[in-house]
């Protein structure tokens, strides 16, 4: 979970932000994505996306693939609030309804080893 950003952003803010994309793009979810602090992988260019509701975690998964152009063969794990493992063929509107935050952003680690604790 990104701690510089909840700390730099005052929650309201944060609140009134994911309440304007929703209204504006009401197809798609409010997702601060970053990588994990001791990861080798590429940066993403920007933290904060938007995931459309319909695709699936593998889809979003996939494209993050090949955001980041990663080889096929190198290992990459998403991770929802720092520590949650996510795969599979669960919505991402599902996901984002059970773990958004009280902010309205769900937050999601990339790595590429499996990170706990």
């Not at 909840?6 to 932000?17: G, Y």
């Not at 997702?31 to 920007?46: G, H, M, T, V, W």
């Not at 063929?89 to 902010?103: G, Q």
Request: charged share 30%; with cysteine.
């Amino acid at each position: 979970m990104s701690v510089r950003f909840q700390q730099s952003v005052p929650v309201e803010e944060r609140k009134r932000e994911t309440e304007k994309i929703r209204q504006q793009y009401s197809n798609k979810l409010p997702i601060f994505l970053e990588k994990a602090k001791n990861s080798r992988l590429p940066d993403i260019q920007k933290n904060k996306c938007l995931a459309p509701i319909d695709h699936t975690v593998s889809g979003f998964i996939g494209g993050l693939r090949k955001k980041l152009k990663l080889p096929k063969t190198e290992g990459f794990f998403v991770f929802v609030n720092g520590s949650e493992l996510v795969t599979g063929d669960t919505l991402m509107s599902e996901l984002y309804e059970r773990k958004k935050s009280e902010d309205g952003f769900l937050y999601m680690v990339y790595s590429e080893q499996e990170i706990l604790g």
